[in-house]
């Protein structure tokens, strides 16, 4: 929302005031493609900027280390209650302050310095926090990789085998650019057959879980952890769901191995936006997303444009600009002059480095929050096409630019 010229923060802070009207102005006018943003509604964003954030709450809701947590366990009581029935969970921690540290915490809980973990190959549509040796984890833990077949699914045998080789203690599913569904049961069997904890990352999906669009590993996975911004839709925040046998293990490794008090206003905003997404409505909006990612990327596909993966079963696509004479970060910067938000990603087994990789990663699930449908993803291909075309023609972007910012505005940023 934008901030009114008489508000506290426009009288206050005039700099931060101005500087969020521009973003919103940003969000306003632009296709925002990259598959891990969204918009929230005008009530989680309520929640979130409400006096909840005054409060401490070390501990878990009835179990605080502070006086006057009454109302703070309504909250967070909620939000578990409420993730538990959508997904089917026998736990769940809400503390986590994001996605990151919902694994590291997992990590923390299950498994010794030194352990093996199975999870994908980075370029593969793997996440960081899934053991590049640029984190902390990775120098922890041993972290071995699966990758995906040529044709674009999980590699499921070579992944048994390295498994019944290596006898990891937990395996990882759960990506961040690899747009097939994932074949959970065959996964859980492996992890058993060598004694692994199975263990899934949702955040991208985790909306399109919750609207009964996609394989949900919930109910039969050890441990899953998710962001809550993505798909989902809520605050930025992350979360852990569980076995119970799992619970205590889980719970105090949020707190207080790694975190210290909790967030209770992004709590409170976790809570709002699990109730919407138990809402018949987001049924509906989990399927248009889906519907408006396959339009995408058979017009992209159509105009001569190569996906990784051989095509998507999620929200989001991989472009494959091997093909186009391009780079990701030279197509990412001229699709940015073009009003067209969205990233440069590896593709599997990239020759080129991750600061100019050869892909661009693009998702559906903010453009449906505005109200685009499946038919309207012809003219974005058609912008994204003409903006690769023209990347050293800085005003035929600032024309597509423009006719973005048109198309846009019969979306506001905030409907239902
Ligand atoms: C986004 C993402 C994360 C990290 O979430 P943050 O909230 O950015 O810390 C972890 N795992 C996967 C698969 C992701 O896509």
Redesign the pocket.
Known sequence: MSITPNSPLSIQDPAIASAINAEAHRQQTSLELIP?ENFVSPAVLEALGSVATNKYAEGYPGKRYYGGCENVDVMEDLARDRAKAIYGAEHVNVQSH????A?IAVYAALLSPGDTVLGMDLSHGG?L?HGHPVTDSAQRYNFLRYKTTPEGTIDYDALEATAKEHKPKLILV???AYSREIDYKRVKEIAESVGAFAMA?I??IAGLIAGGEMNNPVPFFDVVTT?T??TLRGP?G?MIMCQSALAKQIDKAVFPLLQGGPHMNTIAAKAVAFGEAQEPAFKLYAKQIKANAQALATALTTRGFKLAFGGTENHLMLLDLTSKAITGGIAQTALDSAGITCNKNMIPDDPRSPMDPSGLRLGTPAITTRGLKAEQMANIAHWIDQAIQNHANPIALANIKAEVADFMNPYPLFQK
């Open positions: 891990s994001s996605g990151a540290p694994n996440h926090t759960g990506y961040s990352d955040a991208h962001t911004h993505k930025r992350g």
